[in-house]
């Protein structure tokens, strides 16, 4: 539809799907009313079926409140809580060693796997001299 604002955007930009929200309850067949924020109060609660989009989370994406310090700038640092494996990545002409880090406000499936030489130098701590990962 030539000229017609949707979200915000027009034309080509407009996004396809805004948002995940809430089925508070379902309206005949194929029809569904949504809870819908505040600035959404122009748009009907009702939406059929084939407008919808099943929103699966992602769990190794959820960090959970509890174990995080939020600042006033709503930032987060995470830290490093074991060191789970090493390897040594070959390139070309060099080599470059790297480990599987566990955070603190992730699951062990969370972990990522890191310069070793970045977090030696800003977690030492977590290298003790005789280093062998478990």
């Known amino acids: 539809m030539k000229g017609v604002m949707r979200f915000g955007k027009k034309g080509k930009?407009?996004?396809r799907y805004v948002g995940a929200y809430r089925i508070l309850k379902r309206i005949g067949k194929v029809a569904y009313e949504l809870e819908l924020p505040a600035n959404l109060a122009a748009v009907h609660l009702v939406f059929h079926i084939s407008l919808l989009k099943k929103c699966v989370?992602?769990?190794v994406s959820v960090v959970?409140?509890?174990t995080v310090a939020v600042k006033d700038s709503l930032s987060y640092?995470?830290?490093p809580v074991e060191?789970?494996?090493?390897?040594?990545r070959r390139l070309r002409h060099k080599e470059v060693p790297?480990?599987?880090v566990w955070w603190r406000s992730r699951?062990?499936?969370?972990?990522?796997?890191?310069?070793e030489a970045a977090m030696k130098a800003k977690y030492?701590?977590?290298f003790p001299s005789d280093f062998t990962p478990a």
Do not use: F, K
């Open 77 to 79: 640092e995470d830290i």
């Open 107 to 115: 699951s062990v499936e969370g972990a990522t796997w890191e310069a």
């Open 57 to 59: 989370g992602d769990l």
């Open 83 to 88: 060191i789970l494996d090493r390897q040594v």
């Open 98 to 100: 790297s480990v599987n």
């Open 64 to 66: 959970p409140l509890e």
């Open 124 to 126: 030492p701590h977590l």
């Open 13 to 15: 930009l407009s996004p």
